[in-house]
């Protein structure tokens, strides 16, 4: 499947020094907190440490001069050489609209004819947005030869100082192929999502009936309302549609409308409409059983999270009748040390008794993964943060997942919000990294509203809504996803938890970075697959 702002639920934000801390059992949630927005992951021409330079000083210094690196479009008709005639003529064109009087302003033809893919600049910050709006409008010079859309530059980014020191992630789990060679679709397995309730209208979750529960099982709301098949915040069923579900590319299924934000020259948000004609979850027939936990705004108590897990291991007879599966927790809150020992708050030892039962349990990092740190040569500066894995994730014997980037994992690592280990007494976390970055997913409630508004659509019944959000909420439910995925087709597993861990940590793709960072490597439903 190919996650506002979002980091998930219950993955508390960094604050900034002297920012007074949040209550430390309240499960975190995205939209209220500071720190990591995914605000930060939208698609912006202007790379954001510039982007935030020039809007900072456009007013009171409006003459000032960025160096920049201006990245062309490799996919521009007639290839970079056309891009790069394009890129001449619009520097050009910016410069002379906004401030031509300003001198030493220009394209650097010298060290730009040395590279194959950037030019290199020197413009104003008003001259950087003219040269984005021209690019965006598809302005052409007069002379023919210069072709008028699409854009031709991706990205500039500042020309930084240096000194001697020195719809697509489901294929990056492999589980399309998965999906092609073993048939590994999630058939007969139950998953439960703890978090905000799922949509029972979305039409993602028609094609499979993924919600449609049979015997003992049955959907709950811990919240005290009942509606636990109504997810007004929209967080449960962008989670729920990456691990199971599908609208398949053939007449009579719904319209799909998936949208996509970015940031423009000016700073501001805006939005794209993704082309996708058919979209599925990484174990596209499992069961879903919705255990609501957090309200209407994202809010909820531990209390809930361990009523949900009591209550799945009363469905299983505490391990002697596996109705439910699995469980994806996209929720929790930071580890405090002065609260608990690490990985011994009531919440993990809940966790290590529901999977010791054998029920297998994935939850998600958190988005804590950097921070103020205050040296002497640059002052205040924000840095990767280790031990900064969140409850549940401390838990010993839980999939404790890290976010990395939706299709290029080997190229960018680890998403630099991603909460990183070592546990807090010392243990390896996390044990998985998956993508969770501007994931495309089911938009529910609130987010399903922003869904319409952005696109300008109706209230049409027949279009399935989708929509980008980022976190390690997202990254969580691609494993739980793949898991469900592969007990599907290794029945033989089903009960056996911590022997599932082991095979997915085993043969988890090697992203070659620190292990604190990574964990094993990324999850690879093939090589779990094909491993026993």
Known sequence: MTDDRTPGPGEDQPQPPDASPETPHIPRTNPGN?????????RTVIAVPLLNELLANLEDEPSKLYQLVIDLRHDYPGGVEAALQRVRFLVRAAIERTAPRVPDQQLDERKTQRSNQYAFATLSGAAIQELVRLDQDGATPVDAGVPKDPRAIHRIWPDFPIRALTIESISTIKADAAQSSFAALGEDIVWSVIDSGIDRRHP???AWDNLALDGALQHLDFTGKDEPLVDAF???????GIIAGQIPDRRGQPKVRAVTMYRDEHGDVTSQE???K????????????????????GNGTVSNLIAAIEEIQRINNHGRRLLIHGVNLSVGYSFDPEWFACGRSPLCVEVNRLVRSGVVVVAAAGNT????????????????????????????????????????????????????????????KPDLVAPGEKIISCAA???????RELLKARDDARTAFYIEDSGTSMAAPHVSGAIAAFLSIRPEFVGEAQRVKEIFLGSAMDLKRERTFQGHGLVDLMKAIQSV
Not at 388 to 417: E, K, M, Q
Request: with cysteine.
């Open 274 to 276: 993704v082309p996708v």
């Open 34 to 42: 500071e720190g990591f927005v995914a605000l930060d992951l939208y």
């Open 204 to 206: 993602h979750f028609k």
């Open 445 to 451: 409630g609130r987010r399903r509203q922003e869904a």
């Open 369 to 428: 993964g950097y921070g103020w740190w205050k040296s002497a040569f640059k002052g205040v500066v924000a840095a990767g943060a280790d031990l900064t894995i969140n409850d549940p994730g401390n838990a010993d014997l839980a999939i404790t997942v890290g976010s990395t980037h939706r299709v290029s994992p080997h190229t960018y690592g680890v998403s630099y919000f991603s909460s990183k280990g070592p546990t807090g007494d010392g243990r390896l």
């Open 234 to 240: 929209g967080h449960g069923t962008h989670v729920a």
């Open 278 to 297: 058919s979209i599925a979850g990484m174990a596209p027939r499992c069961k879903l059983v919705s255990m609501k936990v957090l309200d209407d705004h």
